[in-house]
């Protein structure tokens, strides 16, 4: 067995918290010899009900969980962490303005931003889900002087995911037939789910699909699946949320498939004409532990208005949450 | 890729069907190269909030899931199934003696044993979880003629995992330092969770902990763990018995390891003078797809008095259902 690495759970009291940590204790993540510490946040009144979770954990017996610890402090549950999956955020109440979201998100992730600069390891991987999960990246990232932006991405996995299965069911194919769909932009209806590069089992994906699908029907069920499946479920995402974050961190640490990439929200490099730093979803391939945006791609017309589109809502949120960043 | 296996799910939409349909379709069961039609079975008014568990489960494009199907329907869910999670079960309802809850789960049973015998593979193996899990089995195969009772058990791991680790901690040691737990009877406030052969680190547990602890706090501890996690958690035990379910038949398949057992509940072949045919859990050995109780332990006249406490209980369970028999 290795060292156990650290990795620290915000929201983990929560419905995709609940759906997350199984697996990451059960070695779904870092694979079935890598014993792994847990380091769970939650707000004060959810540590109750954290402490049952806590419980079921135990008793699962997990032979790779080595340890399990529990705060409402950002400092306690970021110590040496080297992994953190950002899940908790403040959830839209009734009446709410955008402006009032992303405020509220921002003084969250401007705390856990600082108390990841201080405790966290330096080479502390980050994921942020909660939403609106870019803009919440990019604060976290301006209030962590110390860590390397790059260290701090945010979900369009679940995106990424859903574009593939929608494709894949409408070209009566599997997922594992379906390459280089890509989502570019902001995890919100603004998404762009690219499919110019995609293919299905070698062949084009647009060869295969026809084109008023993809524009009328297919873009917009991919940007607004979320509200469906809380339509039917009554719940919103959770197992399908914590796959796709598990997933984001393995390909991360792992590496993407050969001839494959997927799709992160990182700080662009200036690529594609996106402003450098703020936090874009990009196709990507994993090698080595590190991310690299898929450079040279192709752009016409249809997908650089909808990739403007997507950056210029992103831009207006930095702005509006910008007397957050530090210094 | 090998050809996809079925597997049946009844109480698909629940907490404990959520928690397990995502780890199975990952591959968490039978492994990345075996793919899983997953065959989900609801009661009517629950198949809406199962078609968003079906919709989660494409969006996670996981490339070991082909098919899902989803039925109110036991003779649907249960066709050609090569197993079966039989997971949703009558909860106990205010003010319901504890007869009516046997004999409503009863029927429910009796109907699910007649669709197995009708519509499953020969070679089913069907693992209950509903409660009660133990006479919940029984009736399921005396209502399935046509299949060898040994391939229908009841879920006792849960308790055994919380066996392993509530000693583990006690001990000072990891989950994988403990062997030779092992949970005698029903799976209920009678259980028997019996140290006297288990192992930590390779020594007897019990020159590790008291006696008086032992069988004062230990033993009512495990088994009245499932209220102290809905005491805390707010909700009862769903992804601990989701892990249970999953790894009783995981190692039913893929075999225990060397120099350890595991707990099943199984018919009784009359060893340790349990009644021939009732559905006991055991200490049991898995090696080649099959499982064998473990002969020849010791049982002192503490263990037997217990043994025999949890026997005369399932006993009662048995005699307030005989009338669910065919034949």
């Given at each position: 067995?290795k060292?156990p690495v650290r990795i620290?759970?915000?929201?983990?009291?929560?419905?995709?918290?609940?759906?997350?940590?199984?697996r990451l204790a059960a070695g779904d993540f870092l694979g079935p010899d890598q014993p792994v510490?847990?380091?769970?946040?939650?707000?004060?009144?959810?540590?109750?009900?954290?402490?049952?979770?806590?419980?079921?954990?135990?008793?699962?017996?997990?032979?790779t969980?080595?340890?399990?610890?529990?705060?409402?402090?950002?400092?306690?549950?970021?110590?040496?962490?080297d992994f953190?999956?950002?899940?908790?955020?403040?959830?839209?109440?009734?009446?709410?303005?955008?402006?009032?979201?992303?405020?509220?998100?921002?003084?969250?992730?401007?705390?856990?931003?600082?108390?990841?600069?201080?405790?966290?390891?330096?080479?502390?991987?980050?994921?942020?889900?909660?939403?609106?999960?870019?803009?919440?990246?990019?604060?976290?990232?301006?209030?962590?002087?110390?860590?390397?932006?790059?260290?701090?991405?945010?979900?369009?996995?679940?995106?990424?995911?859903?574009?593939?299965?929608?494709?894949?069911?409408?070209?009566?194919?599997?997922?594992?037939?379906?390459?280089?769909?890509?989502?570019?932009?902001?995890?919100?209806?603004?998404?762009?789910?690219?499919?110019?590069?995609?293919?299905?089992?070698?062949?084009?994906?647009?060869?295969?699909?026809?084109?008023?699908?993809?524009?009328?029907?297919?873009?917009?069920?991919?940007?607004?699946?979320?509200?469906?499946?809380?339509?039917?479920?009554?719940?919103?995402?959770?197992?399908?949320?914590?796959?796709?974050?598990l997933?984001?961190m393995r390909?991360w640490v792992n590496?993407?498939?050969?001839?494959?990439?997927?799709?992160?929200?990182?700080?662009?490099?200036?690529?594609?004409?996106?402003?450098?730093?703020?936090?874009?979803?990009?196709?990507?391939?994993?090698?080595?532990?590190?991310?690299?945006?898929?450079?040279?791609?192709?752009?016409?017309?249809?997908?650089?208005?909808?990739?403007?589109?997507?950056?210029?809502?992103?831009?207006?949120?930095?702005?509006?949450?910008?007397?957050?960043?530090?210094?």
């Amino acid at each position: 067995m290795k060292n156990p690495v650290r990795i620290a759970v915000t929201g983990a009291a929560g419905q995709i918290g609940y759906a997350l940590l199984f697996r990451l204790a059960a070695g779904d993540f870092l694979g079935p010899d890598q014993p792994v510490r847990l380091q769970l946040l939650e707000v004060t009144p959810a540590l109750k009900a954290l402490q049952g979770v806590v419980m079921e954990l135990a008793d699962c017996a997990f032979t790779t969980l080595a340890d399990v610890s529990t705060s409402d402090q950002a400092e306690s549950a970021f110590k040496d962490a080297d992994f953190a999956f950002l899940v908790g955020a403040k959830p839209r109440g009734p009446g709410m303005e955008r402006s009032d979201l992303l405020l509220g998100n921002a003084e969250i992730f401007r705390v856990q931003g600082r108390a990841l600069d201080e405790h966290a390891a330096r080479g502390v991987r980050v994921i942020v889900v909660g939403n609106p999960a870019n803009t919440n990246a990019l604060i976290t990232s301006r209030n962590a002087p110390g860590i390397n932006p790059r260290q701090i991405t945010a979900m369009t996995r679940l995106d990424h995911n859903r574009a593939v299965a929608l494709l894949a069911a409408r070209a009566n194919a599997g997922a594992a037939d379906v390459r280089r769909v890509c989502i570019w932009g902001n995890h919100s209806t603004t998404q762009y789910p690219d499919l110019h590069h995609a293919t299905v089992s070698g062949r084009p994906a647009l060869q295969q699909v026809d084109a008023a699908w993809y524009k009328d029907e297919y873009i917009p069920r991919v940007a607004k699946r979320g509200a469906e499946v809380i339509a039917a479920r009554g719940a919103s995402s959770a197992a399908s949320a914590a796959n796709a974050a598990l997933e984001h961190m393995r390909d991360w640490v792992n590496g993407t498939r050969s001839g494959d990439w997927t799709s992160m929200g990182i700080p662009s490099d200036g690529s594609y004409g996106i402003p450098e730093g703020l936090v874009y979803s990009f196709p990507v391939t994993c090698h080595g532990g590190n991310y690299t945006p898929v450079a040279g791609l192709d752009v016409n017309a249809f997908s650089r208005e909808r990739m403007d589109a997507t950056r210029r809502e992103l831009e207006e949120e930095r702005d509006a949450v910008k007397q957050m960043f530090a210094g």
